[in-house]
């Protein structure tokens, strides 16, 4: 595959985890102790990130913050941190996922794969649904030829729905085809990113996305 990955998490017991883990499917893994330390990095290097949340020091929240404008691959959470306000401030702030602690190495290789998998779907060059355009190939979506400021899987969302243009996907539904891994709970996070591209499109004017109460969302 040859994909470079970087864990940051203080525990060295669960780094030599997800190395040993990851390196069997062919990922080049470089780990991280010192959360201060990623600030000095050169990220253009990595696919995808995986980021612990409870740090001392610099926590994953604000090592989020700070690098996201760096670095456009996918941001990974470990968080034993579930509730509602923890996934809302961490995929505001530019996470696409989160991996709930404790969690299994399949579990880990899975996500990791689906989430590089993602990343390298090839794309058609131009889509117009609506007042939206669709530039795929840079993952990036317009209104009125002003860029909306999504992160790659609020773009990723917005894109299924717009291809399918009035039909109503469920919350596990766009999670397993945006991410292509099946997990009922991780259907918050499809919640969350939702109500983040709504405040995006405010600005704009529009509010494409439209709730079917009790069964899940369609693109209007």
Known sequence: ??????????????????????????????????????????????????????????????????????TDCPILFLTAKTGEGDITKGLGLGADDYITKPFGIGELRARVQAHLRRESRKRRHLMTVGDMQFLPGEKKALCGGQEIPFTKSEYAICEYLALHQGQVFSKERIYEHIFGYEKESDSTAITEHIKNIRAKCQPAGISPIETVWGIGYRWK
């Open 1 to 70: 595959m040859g994909e470079r990955i970087l864990a940051v998490d203080d525990e060295r017991n669960i780094l030599m985890l997800i190395r040993n883990a990851l390196e069997k499917d062919g990922y080049m893994v470089d780990t991280v102790a010192v959360p201060e330390e990623v600030l000095h990095l050169d990220l253009s290097p990595y696919s995808l990130i995986l980021l612990d949340v409870m740090m001392p020091g610099l926590d994953g929240y604000a090592l989020c913050e700070e690098i996201r404008s760096g």
